[in-house]
């Protein structure tokens, strides 16, 4: 990946002051000191030549945008929301709609097409004494929240937030 070591000086005399510099830069190279940044040649490198590889500072990485899931895509966070204890003002991603179809249970279905188990699905109350008891994706597209007491002896209806990610 560098862009090489710069040739020795053939035509000095050993010793000589350019044949010492050569083998401090040489030295310096080896070592990984002194080698301007601006003179390494990455053509031809890989995301996967790099050692420490921090997620946040990768690059043209698709993120899952889209209405399917295509060969290639890196999925991540697909989504983000907050749904009120009976549905009626939920914060959802555009295209995205919940369906409040029992005391405690919420079908929130997504504009993706994701099938399990390519997708999971987690979710906290906002409401003290209740809590997201579980989740089911086993839906295509869809997957069902189920809230209880503290206790998760009876169902009961509490506003949660939930997030969504796929493979």
Request: glycine letters at 10%.
């Amino acid at each position: 990946m560098s862009a090489g070591i710069p040739p020795p000086p053939l035509n000095s005399p050993s010793g000589s002051y350019y044949w010492l510099e050569w083998y401090t830069n040489l030295t310096n190279i080896l070592n990984g000191k002194g080698y301007p940044w601006t003179n390494l040649n990455f053509a031809s490198s890989n995301i996967t030549d790099i050692i420490t590889r921090n997620h946040n500072d990768l690059q043209n990485i698709q993120g899952g945008f889209g209405t399917t899931q295509a060969t290639g895509l890196h999925y991540h966070m697909v989504g983000v929301g907050f749904v009120d204890a009976t549905a009626a003002a939920p914060k959802l991603p555009t295209g995205w709609s919940v369906v409040h179809t029992a005391t405690g249970v919420y079908t929130i279905t997504m504009p993706i097409s994701l099938t399990p188990p390519n997708f999971f699905a987690g979710a906290t109350s906002n409401t003290a004494g209740n809590v997201v008891q579980y989740i089911n994706v086993s839906g295509t597209s869809s997957f069902v929240v189920n809230c209880t007491n503290s206790v998760g002896t009876t169902a009961i209806d509490t506003a949660f937030s939930f997030w969504v990610s796929a493979l």
